[in-house]
């Protein structure tokens, strides 16, 4: 059966993928695609003032990604904090709950991420800020009882002012809940997920599956390394990495100095 498009939408293929827009948001250009969704940019005509719109993929088409959806959505809805990307919207095309098969979350537009600049040349101060951000924005959401859980350079979205916002809480959880470490993306797991996989909590969210003095090594050596730092070839080779010796050769860490 055809979907009975709402009024006020248009239909438009971006990327080789449909997407049915409010006649609000125009202009849309393709950001980005993962397993769970694809990303553009369009212009709010209202505020003149561009965003990024996220089209979940296939949201319904099982229990696992249908609870994936819901988390996000609800969550987003209530986070607000400077650090944490914000809802702006959410819409679908359809017109009944018979065809209600996507439907699409707006939110702020940032202009790349830490994954796309990773390597780049970065003074201290600008790394320190940018782990500063993430800090405030991880204390944020875990006082509010939520893991993110999927914390890695992928999902920290900046802009051209350095300004840093956490994304993509389709894995997040009430830290209550029982949990599994094999959602965090390999290279970016904390020791305390890698050996035990269940009942972590918020200690295990800053991920640096190497050793580490403090909290904040795994991304502020990751930034200039260009790679992720607990990077092997298998998830067991990161697990004995954590118990091995720090490279000496390696000199002290910079915020030691």
Not at 33 to 50: H, L, N, P, Q, T
Not at 217 to 234: C, I, K, N, V, Y
Request: charged fraction near 20%; charge should be positive.
């Amino acid at each position: 059966m055809s979907l009975i498009r709402k009024k006020g939408f248009y239909k438009q293929d971006v990327n080789k993928t449909a997407w049915e827009l409010p006649k609000t948001y125009v202009s849309p250009t393709h950001v980005g695609s993962g397993a769970y969704g694809a990303v553009c940019s369009a212009i709010d005509k209202r505020s003149g003032e561009k965003v990024a719109i996220k089209k979940l993929s296939r949201p319904f088409q099982s229990e696992i990604f249908a609870k994936r959806a819901y988390r996000e959505l609800l969550l987003l809805k209530h986070m607000q904090h400077e650090n944490v990307i914000g809802l702006l919207d959410v819409f679908t095309p359809a017109s009944s709950l018979r065809n209600f098969h996507d439907f699409y979350l707006v939110m702020p537009f940032m202009q790349t991420d830490l994954q796309k600049i990773m390597g780049m040349e970065f003074s201290e101060e600008k790394i320190q800020y940018l782990v500063y951000q993430m800090l405030k924005g991880l204390k944020y959401i875990h006082s509010a009882g939520v893991v993110h859980r999927d914390l890695k350079p992928g999902n920290l979205a900046v802009n051209e002012d350095c300004e840093l916002k956490i994304l993509d809480f389709g894995l997040a959880r009430h830290a209550d809940a029982e949990m599994t470490g094999y959602v965090v993306t390999r290279w970016y797991r904390a020791p305390e997920v890698i050996l035990s996989w269940m009942h972590y909590n918020q200690t295990g969210q800053i991920l640096h599956p190497v050793p580490a003095t403090d909290p904040q090594e795994g991304f502020h050596s990751a930034l200039p390394a260009g790679q992720p730092p607990g990077r092997g070839p298998a998830g067991e080779d990161a697990g004995a990495r954590c118990g091995q010796a720090p490279d000496s050769r390696a000199g002290p860490h910079p915020s030691l100095l």
